[in-house]
């Protein structure tokens, strides 16, 4: 709908209508916030019994909805796995110190490497900064925009259709966290990759 249309079907006939619909649309990014926040609470809570013991759970960055995911044996400053912006799924590096960041991106070519590229559904951005790869928020909820939901859309289904949002979340996260090749694969990246091996 344009806004032509929008001022002909006379939604807004009073000051008092065009008042609750701006101060509604003031509240979008709150509301949005919220049901991420409660959406993300959830996922914590339950994927808190399914982690294995060789990886680890903590808030960051936005601690209301991003979610961090380490191998507990390199600890939190690490290469790591993350929820972040707003529901994309990450690979990033938090420890240049530690790290080659060029051998890292190096491995993510190799064999054992394609492991952890391949149990991405998809990768939409690749060594980007600290940010090794990077998949979309791409959820299916019979949508029009599967696949390729914006954070708007996201928010929502985060919010009204949370169970079937969690689950999702949680197949994501446990490619990596239950797949003994994939844990094998991401604790190589870190023997091959650090600084003091090198």
Known sequence: MNANDIIKSGIFSDAEDWTSFLELADQRGNIGRQWLKQATVKLRQELQDRLTKEWCMLPF???E???KFFLDEFGEASVYLMFGWQYKLLLRLNAHE???????NEFLGT?????????????????QHDTKLAHGRNFSY??????????EETA????NRTDEFVKQCIEMIEKF???DEVTSALRELHLRCAKTNG
């Open 61 to 63: 960055g936005d601690v």
């Open 177 to 179: 966290t239950c797949s």
């Open 142 to 151: 019979g949508s029009v925009n599967d696949g390729d939901l914006s954070s």
């Open 111 to 127: 064999k054992q490497g394609n492991v952890l590229v391949d149990a991405f559904t998809s990768v939409d951005l690749q060594f």
């Open 65 to 67: 909805q991003d979610t």
């Open 98 to 104: 530690q790290y080659d960041s060029d051998k890292i």
């Open 156 to 159: 929502w289904f985060a919010g």
